[in-house]
């Protein structure tokens, strides 16, 4: 209960001292604080629309960070989950593309988002090589596969996958609409993108918490050397985690294709596998916390594309936000260890 | 200096580290610190040298009231500790170390500390060498260094907490002839310590903890009975010494070498029958490390054999050899034995069969039946880092198969109290008596001819002496770890 209480209080603390934070940048700005805020509100979750909008953008996320969550467990840095969702999201477009003459668009699309879990899995993969048999840091190397995956990205669609006629930054040509991930007839929300995320939520709940890999991530990110004496072979889990965490990305990278650009588009992951990152290091590296979060930050995705219409803001605001909370949560964390210590 | 302590007290949630204790060190005296594993004793003397905070309690230094916090400060008081990992920077030379906190200012006269340091190390009788990176000196010799250090600061009370762990016989010597020499110069020294022989050849008074509290306080001469009454309750028995069956060779090794530790392995023949119990001596480093390595698949030979069994096991790695019923046990429990963050029961669930899903009631019920077995103070729920030293022994004995082939353990009693020692041997020896073959290292002369049946001593690399435990003695072994056979 002490606990409880003391976790609550700082987090009040810390969301208070992010508000101010961001009030006095507002004021520096020369915009009014209370209208900026009222737009991010409104802008988010001020009608059903926009709800399913920050919706749309939660489910990427929440999917990433559900990756993401593996290889914290484990002990690794992927920083390279944004080139995983790069890499499945061309997957599926390679896929789908496949599937235009077909005549069997929902049987293409369901091969599109296992060749996105395959694709982004196995680019986690060879980060996961680099980092277990060549030593190579697994920051750098996914850093380095990020840039490799966005320059694929760009030489795709300004060469093989081009546009007929004139290659352009919007993209690939659109695939047609038999190929969309299926939404509401009113509302643009993906019953099965969302159904996709509890069930990859759930599923990272129950093999960290339940099974034997899970205690292995656990055990081996906690002590690798002593892992090894108990049995566990650490090169073999990283690789495994990383693969883990490359399917989701990928996964991610698919439901960006099928579900929202429904093209292949240089920005196509959002930097949801960046933002990702943020969310699962506020949650503390807890499943059950990155919904929650995800959805704050999505909320702020959406609601800030408001301030430049509203207030000729950047909307640059909402990252503003989220960087602050993620550094405020990691000093405070630090404080608290150190307080313990003392 | 004279120290005064009054009614020290230090809470760590509901555990009362230290309770209430009242002691009095006079200047100029050797006085010991003993008890067992968790009676506080580290405690105490961390708070004397500010590294913690007291809960409650009043510190009087030659009868004045000191009320200081952190170690700079008692530092300056006079009062300095060498721990027992020296706390020195191991990528810097010897001479830049004994410069730290003692130099001030941008530009060091390195030459003046050149002299300083050799004038303090004639003075001892330590050879150290100024510029020798701090790396490749053996653990004694670093407490060397830190002892040096610290009277350069102008410590005038000294704290060693068990100084005698891990550096050799020789250097113990040494060390012993430093610490009577600055007790004659009106220093005041404090040594804590769970080993009774060190505390009676150097203390002149020692206080005994136990729980928390002051359990007695003798002077020289000690009366050893009551001693290990004040320690423990009462005086635990030796352990007991099995007899020696020889069966078939569990281990060959032929003309192996390998580098690791600092002189590598050069040439190594040795077998080991089953049901035999095998110590290893030597300096640190001199490769009886990388022989235990090397025999558990952790370390791969350059040259050479290993058979297992009469089975061809170079190169293998550790989980080969595992799965042939060796188990190799660290002297480092929390670094590489155990893993921190992880309760009693998730170890044991790592240890079960191969499923996807955890059956976590039969892992806690494993885990309640180690601890009880095993005599764990902890629950199935309790944190590995949460356990003292000698409880995470007990747990990694616990882990370790029923039936193992091979043990091979790096100083198996290593900070643990006589009584905890003692139990630890005990279960060892019922596994050599159901024929398992046991090799450990042990800085511990004494341990080592009580249980070993066989020694091996190591010195720079080689195996200079391979006898039967009852056809050598004390000195001789002192002798062949000195490398003079």
Redesign the interface.
Known sequence: MQNFKQSFFNNVLLITGVLCLSTLILLFAGAPPVDAFKHLFLGSLGSWIKFTQVLMAWIPLTLCACGLVYTFRIGLWNIGVEGQVVAGAISATAILRMGVTSGMPELFLVFAFIGGLLGGGLWAVFAGFLKTKGGVNEIFAGLGLNFVAQAITLWLIFGPWKRPGIASMSGTEPFSSEMWLPTLSALRLSPSGLLLTIVALIGTGWVLGRTRLGLALKGIGKNPQAAYLHGLKPDIYMIFAMGLAGGCAGLAGTFQITGVYHRLIPAISSNYGYLALLVVMLANYRVWWTPGIAFFFACLNVGSIQLPMMLQLDSALSGIIQGTLVLGTLFMQAWQVKKKNE | MRITLRDIHKHYGNVHANDGINMEIDRGAIHGILGENGAGKSTLMKILAGYI?KTGGTILLDGRNADYSGTAQATRLGIGMLYQDPLDFPQLSVLENFMMGLSHGLYSKYSGYRNKLQDSCDFFGFNLDPDAPVHSLTVGERQQLELIRLLALGVQVLILDEPTTGISSVQKKILFKALRKLASKQKTILLVSHKLNDVETLCGRSTVLREGKVAGEMDQPFDTRTLLEWMFGAQPPPPARHEIKPGQVTLAMEKVSASGGRAGLRDCNITIRQGEVVGLVGLEGSGQGIFLRLAAGLEKPEKGTIRLNQKFMTGSN??TF?SQGVT?L?TARL????????TIA??F???QK?????P?EMSKRKADKGIALFKIVGTSSSTVESLSGGNQQRLLLA?MPTDPYLLLLEQPTRGLDMESARWVWQQLISHADKGAGIIFSSSELEEILLVADRVLVFFNGTVVKNVKTRDTNLNELGRAIAGTV
Not at chain 2, 335 to 342: D, M, T, W
Not at chain 2, 354 to 358: D, F, N
């Open positions: 905070q550790y989980h595992k190799f660290p670094e590489e034995g155990l893993i921190p963050g992880l998730e170890h669930a790592l240890h191969k499923s996807i899903i955890i976590w882990l």
